[in-house]
């Protein structure tokens, strides 16, 4: 029963992004996208968006599996520069588990690769801490096909475009490794923080996995 509660919170932060669904209409034409929804993010956007999946999700799988989930750091964090204050929470939220990417864009919009590099380095840790409480996970780990990655491989970001791919945490179809140097737009970024939690989800749990 106690496992039940905490997937469904669980599910409950994963949608948090998704807004209420309206009930089709099929005698009108759906409505166009808001701006936003397809404007660039910038850096601090993308940071209290994915701070506050990753405290959600860290949340709800320590309710499913019964075990401490949680990366936050011990202490107090301290951030480096000068940042607005609406942010700065988000931002030392990613600073505890480590995953504000090099060359951080902040109040600019944030190149794909970024996203990335941010998903790579807390994907990483995650899956240590999981490992560390539940063991090896089952099932696939790597997977021999993978989209290609258009970035060059001395790009600094190709080794962690690289980890999601092999692992399979972020989608083949993903703009992700399509256009990695464009920036991330609102649409985009929720389709990519549910890959990891589905991926997660899929290493420690006994349910139908991927197929190499």
Do not use: C
């Not at 940071?47 to 949340?59: I, K, Q, Y």
């Not at 649409?187 to 923080?193: F, Q």
């Amino acid at each position: 029963m106690a496992q039940a509660a905490g997937l469904n919170l669980l599910l409950v932060g994963l949608l948090w992004s998704q807004g209420a669904q309206r009930q089709p209409n099929f005698h009108a034409p759906p409505p166009k996208p808001t701006s936003a929804y397809d404007e660039p993010l910038t850096g601090y956007e993308v940071a209290m968006l994915t701070a506050e999946f990753v405290v959600n999700l860290e949340r709800g799988l320590t309710e499913a599996f019964q075990k401490p989930i949680s990366l936050a750091s011990a202490g107090a964090v301290s951030l480096e520069g000068r940042h607005p204050a609406w942010a700065q929470p988000a931002l030392k939220e990613l600073k505890a588990r480590g995953a504000i990417p090099p060359r951080f864009s902040a109040g600019k919009p944030m190149p794909r690769y970024q996203v990335g590099q941010m998903l790579a380095q807390y994907a990483q840790r995650l899956d240590a801490r999981m490992r560390e409480q539940l063991g090896a996970p089952r099932g696939v780990t790597r997977f021999r096909t993978q989209p290609t990655i258009r970035l060059e491989r001395n790009h600094p970001a190709y080794r962690a475009l690289q980890y999601l791919a092999q692992g399979g945490w972020v989608g083949a179809g993903a703009p992700l490794y399509q256009k990695p140097t464009e920036p991330i737009r609102g649409k985009e970024l929720p389709d990519l923080l549910r890959d990891v939690a589905k991926r997660v989800l899929e290493r420690y749990r006994d349910e139908p996995h991927l197929e190499n």
